[in-house]
C-alpha cells in the first residue's frame, strides 16, 4: 500500500442551534478579544447579530469586519487584520460562505507573524504559528471550515492559494440553522462545488488515499442524494443538515488528495468574468466529466456502483455513464444546466480561457486524463 498523511480540523461540531456555543469556544482558548469576519449577506440574515449577542453575553470584547465580498481580495485581509492588530486582538472567528472563511484563515496568520500575502501564497511558506480561529460556514459548499487553504485575489487579478496545515482551524463549528437562510442559487451553486470537491478528491491522480476515498464516496452519498431537496425546500432540514455534513467531509477529502482540472477550468471563468466558485465549477463539471470517461471509468465507474444500486454489477463503463447522465440531470434540475454564452463569455475569450486553464499545473497533475492545449480549447468549446 502507498504510504500516505492524513491531516485534518482538531474539533468539528456538528450541532443544530450550536452556534450559541461560540463563547464556550473562544474562552477555551482563554481569549477575551475577537475579531469577527463576516460579510454583508450574512449580516442582512441576521446570523452576525446572534454570534455578536453570544459572544457580548459572555463578556467577550468583538471587533467585526463585515466587508469581506465575493473572491476576496488582498485588500479585504488587510483591511480586516489592521482592525483586528489595532484592538489588539487574541481570537479570530470567520462566519459566512468560503469568501468569508478564507479572509479569516488568512487574517489569522497575518495578525501573528505579520508576514505579508506574497511571502505565504503557495504550498506550506507559512512560518510561526497563528491567532485562534473558530470558522462558521453558512453554505454547504466550500468545505472551506476543514481545509488547509486560503483562496484569495491577489492584486493583479488572479486567484492565489495560500496552503498551510497551519490553515487548519481550531474550531470548525457547523450549525444547520445558518444555511437555512442561503438564496436558492446560492445553495444550489455551492451544492454543485461540493461535489466536484467530492470527485476530484476521489479521482485526485497522485493524492488520493483511503480515508479520503472514504470521505468522498460517503460525501457524494450525502451531496447526490440530498441537493435538490435541500434547494427546492428551503427549510427541509434533514436535506439541509446532510448537504453540511457532505460538503465538509468532500472539503475534508479534498483538502488531502486535491481537487484537478474541473477547478483548474472554473478558476479563469472567475478570474475574466467574474461568475462565482460554484457556478464556474457546475459549468465546468459535465464537459470535464465526458473529457475524463474513458480514463477515469474504474473510479467514475466506482462512484456509480457505490450510490447507484441499479448499476452494482454492472461494468465500469455502463456505471460511469449512469453516474454521468445522474450528474447531468442534477444539473438540469438546479436550472444550472446553461453554457458558458449564457454568461457573457464570447467565442474570442476561449483561446485565452484555454491558455490559463492549461497553465493550471497543479491542479491538472492530479486530473485522471492529461490534459494538452488542444485539449482545453475543446473543452470550453463543448462548454461554449
Ligand atoms: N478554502 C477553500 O478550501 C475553498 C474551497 C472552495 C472555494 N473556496 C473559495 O470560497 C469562495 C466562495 O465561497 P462560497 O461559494 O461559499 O460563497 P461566498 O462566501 O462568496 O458567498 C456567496 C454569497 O452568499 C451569501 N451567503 C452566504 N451564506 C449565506 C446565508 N446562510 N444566508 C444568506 N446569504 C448567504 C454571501 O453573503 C454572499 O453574498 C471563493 O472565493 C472560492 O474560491 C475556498
Ligand atoms: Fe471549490
Not at 454521468?324 to 467565442?347: E, H, P, T
Request: proline share 2%; glycine share 8%.
Amino acid at each position: 500500500m502507498k504510504n500516505f498523511t492524513f491531516c485534518t480540523t482538531k474539533t468539528i461540531v456538528i450541532e443544530k442551534g450550536g452556534l450559541s456555543r461560540i463563547a464556550e469556544f473562544v474562552t477555551s482558548f482563554n481569549c477575551k478579544r475577537v475579531l469577527v469576519v463576516t460579510d454583508k449577506g450574512v449580516v442582512a440574515a441576521g446570523h452576525y447579530e446572534k454570534l455578536a449577542q453570544h459572544l457580548s453575553a459572555a463578556n467577550i470584547k468583538i471587533f467585526d469586519y463585515q466587508d469581506v465580498g465575493p473572491d476576496p481580495s488582498e485588500q479585504m485581509v488587510y483591511s480586516a487584520t489592521e482592525l483586528g492588530t489595532g484592538n489588539d486582538i487574541d481570537c479570530v472567528v470567520g462566519i459566512g460562505g468560503g469568501s468569508a472563511l478564507d479572509v479569516a484563515k488568512a487574517v489569522s496568520v497575518i495578525a501573528k507573524t505579520k508576514i505579508r500575502l506574497d511571502e505565504i501564497f503557495g504550498i506550506e511558506k507559512v512560518a510561526g504559528t497563528r491567532l485562534p480561529l473558530i470558522l462558521i460556514p453558512t453554505t454547504a459548499g466550500t468545505g472551506s471550515e476543514v481545509t488547509y487553504s486560503s483562496v484569495i485575489t491577489a492584486s493583479d487579478g488572479k486567484k492565489k492559494v495560500v496552503i498551510s496545515n497551519k490553515l487548519y482551524a481550531d474550531v470548525a463549528l457547523l450549525d444547520v440553522e445558518l444555511t437555512i437562510t442561503m438564496p436558492t442559487f446560492v445553495a444550489a451553486t455551492t451544492g454543485m462545488d461540493a461535489i466536484v470537491h467530492a470527485i476530484e478528491a476521489y479521482t485526485s491522480v497522485n493524492k488520493k488515499n483511503p480515508i479520503s476515498d472514504m470521505l468522498s464516496i460517503e460525501a457524494l452519498r450525502l451531496l447526490i442524494g440530498n441537493v435538490e431537496k435541500a434547494v427546492s425546500k428551503g427549510d427541509h432540514w434533514e436535506a439541509k443538515s446532510k448537504m453540511l455534513l457532505g460538503a465538509m467531509l468532500a472539503g475534508q477529502a479534498f483538502s488531502n488528495a486535491s481537487v484537478s482540472s474541473i477547478h483548474g477550468f472554473a478558476y479563469p471563468l472567475g478570474e475574466m468574468f467574474h461568475l462565482s466558485h460554484g457556478l464556474t465549477n457546475a459549468l465546468m463539471l459535465s464537459p470535464i466529466l465526458k473529457f475524463n470517461a474513458s480514463a477515469a471509468a474504474k473510479e467514475y465507474g466506482a462512484i456509480g456502483k457505490n450510490l447507484f444500486e441499479e448499476v452494482s454489477g454492472d461494468s465500469d463503463e455502463k456505471a460511469t455513464a449512469l453516474f454521468i447522465k445522474k450528474i447531468d440531470q442534477i444539473i438540469a434540475s438546479l436550472n444550472l444546466n446553461k453554457n458558458l454564452r449564457d454568461f457573457g463569455v464570447k467565442d474570442q475569450n476561449v483561446e485565452e480561457l484555454a491558455k490559463a486553464a492549461f497553465s493550471q499545473e497543479r491542479l491538472n497533475l492530479n486530473n485522471p486524463r492529461k490534459i494538452g492545449l488542444e485539449d482545453a480549447l475543446a473543452i470550453y468549446q463543448n462548454a461554449f
